[in-house]
């Protein structure tokens, strides 16, 4: 197994002339968590949708799962697991529905079915709701059954486009709390987030601004490099400080 699960290496993604994402690279340890931290506008959501094979690069090049983005986005596919911004499944289905949806599309047996499931209902906490339509479902409840629905075909890498957003705090909370268990059990997690909070959970993170990474390192490596300058100890703050360089750190 690689040592690492992501490998982008100057991606970047133009609609038109206008730059969404300019020469990004970074890569992601297999097994950790890793954060894209920005604002709206930075460019997370484009990353992701790229690396997730649904929109293509405009230049660079990536590697998922050890795969190239460009060449083999269906071996890609197969390995990756993707929880989108909007909530983007079939409202009209039940929660049962929409899990045995996403079962058919990976040709998964009735018997692993049932038994995928099971574990995903009673680990998302959905299993009194198996009747319910999606679009019936609080915000918090349509992200974990996003994320289990991500989750069905068992893949290696999940890709989070802030799955938080918009969530009341006790779900936010119990969404993460899936997302470490997760990791947990092995699991490589990519998330993206505007939230500063959340930045502190993730093993190394990513800045970026406009398309561009402007740093990189773990929270603490950050807060220890640029937060000083306003004497703060904070993440926000040593976002604050990069912003106000205009990215230039």
């Known amino acids: 197994m690689s040592d690492f699960s992501i490998e982008a290496n100057n991606l970047s993604k133009k609609f038109g002339d206008l730059p969404a994402v300019q020469d990004l690279s970074f890569k992601v340890r297999t097994g950790e968590i890793y954060g894209l931290v920005g604002p709206d506008g930075a460019g997370k959501t484009t990353t992701i949708r790229m690396l997730a094979t649904i929109m293509r690069a405009t230049s660079g090049e990536a590697k998922v799962a050890g795969y190239d983005l460009q060449r ?3 071996k890609i596919r197969l390995k990756i697991g993707y929880v989108a911004q909007v909530f983007n499944l079939y ?10 949806f996403f079962a ?3 040709a998964i047996s009735d018997e692993e079915r ?10 998302s906490r959905l299993d009194r709701f198996l009747d319910r339509r999606a679009g019936l479902l609080s915000g918090g409840m349509q992200k974990k059954l996003a994320v289990s629905c991500a989750l069905m075909h068992e ?4 890709l989070l486009d802030e799955p938080t957003i918009g969530v009341d705090p006790l779900s936010r909370q119990e969404l993460w709390d899936i997302l470490l268990e997760l990791n947990g059990r092995g699991v490589t997690l990519l998330v993206s987030t505007t939230y500063m909070d959340e930045a502190e959970r993730f093993g190394r993170l990513a800045f970026i601004d406009k398309g561009k990474m402007i740093a ?3 929270p603490a490596e950050l807060k220890q490099r640029y937060a000083r300058e306003v004497d703060s100890n904070s993440l926000e703050a040593a976002w604050r400080t990069l912003a106000g360089q205009g990215g230039d750190a």
């Open 91 to 100: 409202q009209d289905l039940t929660v049962s529905e929409n899990l045995d």
């Open 216 to 218: 990189e390192g773990t």
């Open 72 to 74: 083999d986005v269906e």
């Open 104 to 106: 058919g599309i990976y």
């Open 114 to 123: 049932n038994e995928r499931k099971k574990e995903l209902l009673r680990f």
């Open 155 to 158: 893949p290696e890498i999940l």
